[in-house]
T-cell receptor, first 116, second 110 residues
Framework: GAGVSQTPSNKVTEKGKYVELRCDPI?????LYWYRQSLGQGPEFLIY????????DSGLPNDRFFAVRPEGSVSTLKIQRTERGDSAVYLC??????????????FGAGSRLTVL | TQLLEQSPQFLSIQEGENLTVYCNSS?????LQWYRQEPGEGPVLLVT?????EVKKLKRLTFQFGDARKDSSLHITAAQPGDTGLYLC??????????FGIGTKLQVIP
């Protein structure tokens, strides 16, 4: 597609349940990022991929969070045993590197997760 | 610890006024970007600056990258209600993770 697509756009779940959030990046973008954003705050880095491998997962808050990108395109963020504090908008972005050295991100609209 | 500090965090001004938003860091970045985000949407890129001292203009918006590539500013002239939104600065070091500031929430009152 022309842009970054994220599904679902909204997810309401109960505490303790398992959740998967999907991101379909721009074709040809090798890097893919996941961020978490609370209301009125800037995006908080979670993890980014170069191709199929996680190049930096230092932002994942704990071992309940995991992300994969098995074929270097679509990525899935997985959250186990969800907690109320996991409620946030989860943003995905893909990027390409310009000759100038700028790494420019294109974001999806986000997946709003609410844990009851 | 916030790698990128933005100030002010909140700004409410009258239509037609000028404003400046600051983004500061102790780290050197290879590029710095400004994004604007509206409710329910992802951030949208406004500009990228890569050279120390660089100044870029986008209509009524002027962006400057500090000489040492550690800080940046966004100046808006004659603000319009359509400028309302969350303004985010983001720093990148090569093809590594992109780190965002906390954001500046701007409200322009007609």
């Amino acid at each position: 597609g022309a842009g970054v697509s994220q599904t679902p756009s909204n997810k309401v779940t109960e505490k303790g349940k398992y959740v998967e959030l999907r991101c379909d990046p721009i074709s040809g973008h090798t890097a893919l990022y996941w961020y978490r954003q609370s209301l009125g705050q800037g995006p908080e880095f979670l993890i980014y991929f170069q191709g199929t491998g996680a190049a930096d997962d230092s932002g994942l808050p704990n071992d309940r969070f995991f992300a994969v990108r098995p074929e270097g395109s679509v990525s899935t963020l997985k959250i186990q045993r969800t907690e109320r504090g996991d409620s946030a908008v989860y943003l995905c972005a893909s990027s390409k590197m310009f000759a100038s050295g700028a790494n420019v991100l294109t974001f999806g609209a986000g997946s709003r997760l609410t844990v009851l | 610890t916030q790698l990128l500090e933005q100030s002010p965090q909140f700004l409410s001004i009258q239509e037609g006024e000028n404003l400046t938003v600051y983004c500061n860091s102790s780290s050197v970045f290879s590029s710095l970007q400004w994004y604007r985000q509206e409710p329910g949407e992802g951030p949208v890129l406004l500009v990228t600056v890569v050279t120390g001292g660089e100044v870029k203009k986008l209509k009524r918006l002027t962006f400057q990258f500090g000489d040492a590539r550690k800080d940046s500013s966004l100046h808006i002239t004659a603000a319009q209600p359509g400028d309302t939104g969350l303004y985010l600065c983001a720093g990148a070091k090569g093809y590594q993770k992109v780190t965002f500031g906390i954001g500046t929430k701007l409200q322009v009152i007609p």
